[in-house]
């Protein structure tokens, strides 16, 4: 018999659930999860030439992109503005990007007040 990691409670080994606490155990799958397919490389859904604006600055030293894993050797910044607030925010108003040449990833932002 296994034990619940949610309630330390014994789960039968042909139950599906906690008899207790009614959670599935670690490591089955849950299917709620809604996933987005990636583009391909000759789909019309890449990303818009206006979009790839931004400055673009040269590493001292190559580094690797951690989602790609390609050795890169510059970095795109891109400017961050608040467009549509409901509310009174007390948040920047903008910020940066940096985004990775190869696979135009996210690396980092940051949001400042300007």
């Known amino acids: 018999m296994a034990q619940c990691a949610f309630c330390s409670e014994e789960i039968p080994a042909d139950a599906g659930t906690c008899p207790l606490c009614l959670k599935e155990p670690p490591g089955v799958e849950e299917d709620e999860a809604y996933e987005l397919e ?13 979009w790839r604006g931004g400055a673009e600055y040269t590493l001292e030293l190559p580094a690797r992109c951690p989602h790609c894993r390609d050795i890169i050797r510059t970095i795109r910044v891109l400017r961050l503005k608040r467009t549509q607030v409901t509310f009174t925010s007390t948040l920047p108003r903008g910020g940066r990007v940096i985004v990775c040449p190869q696979c135009e990833r996210i690396i980092s932002a940051e949001l400042t007040a300007l």
């Open 38 to 50: 990636l583009p391909g490389e000759d789909s019309t859904e890449m990303i818009p030439t206006e």
